[in-house]
């Protein structure tokens, strides 16, 4: 995904985290110019991620992250457009209080890591920055994928899930979130 300015002078990492600050890095804390561009790239990622989910509206803008306690992993490669960079794609994850139901039916509540929005830009799908990434993120989390609850995953990403993490058996929810076999051994309930 190109834009108009350079990448590499507002995301100096190859992936940077971005929370309610919209900051990356002290570069743009200090520039208000710079964190327009970062608003435009959230907002540009968040529509297409929409569009690709078929969804009505865009679930990740730069407004609604400045008001949200989510955590945003945007993806770069900057050797790319003639070295000023191209925004591969994004992960947004968030802690959430969910009402679950374990394989007996039972109903737990507990505040897992959620994973709430994932775009990698279509040209770059199935090349593994997905897989770069999420597993970025973990690392970042301390967490495994099964300790995680997936907000109404499509189904490119639960086929991302059961290649790369052989998550394949979900536990039924009435809501729209999905987690796996294994997530209620070892989430402790916060009942
Ligand atoms: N069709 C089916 N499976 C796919 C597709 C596709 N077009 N693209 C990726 N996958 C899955 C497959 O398991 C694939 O393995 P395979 O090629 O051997 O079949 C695997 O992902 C490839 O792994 P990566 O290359 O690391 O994944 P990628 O970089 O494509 O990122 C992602 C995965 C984020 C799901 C990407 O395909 C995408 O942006 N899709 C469109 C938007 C989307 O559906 N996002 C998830 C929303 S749900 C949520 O966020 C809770």
Redesign the pocket.
Known sequence: MEFPFDINQIFSERVSILDQTLVAGRRSAERPDLQAHIATVIDELGRA?AK??QLTAPITSASKLQSQRHQLYLLKDGESSGGRGVVV?FLKVGYKKLFLLDRGGVHIEAEPLC??????AEN?????????LFDFMLQHKNLEPVLMA????????L??L???YCLTQSVPQVNNFVVFEGFFFSNRSVA
Do not use: N
């Not at 994973?115 to 990698?120: A, C, G, S």
């Not at 770059?124 to 770069?132: A, K, N, T, V």
């Not at 997936?150 to 990403?157: E, T």
């Open positions: 991620s690709a989910q794609g994973v709430l929005d994932f775009y990698i770059l799908q199935r090349h593994g920055y997905g897989l770069e997936y907000d109404r995953p499509s189904p490119k990403f086929s991302f059961a290649k790369h």
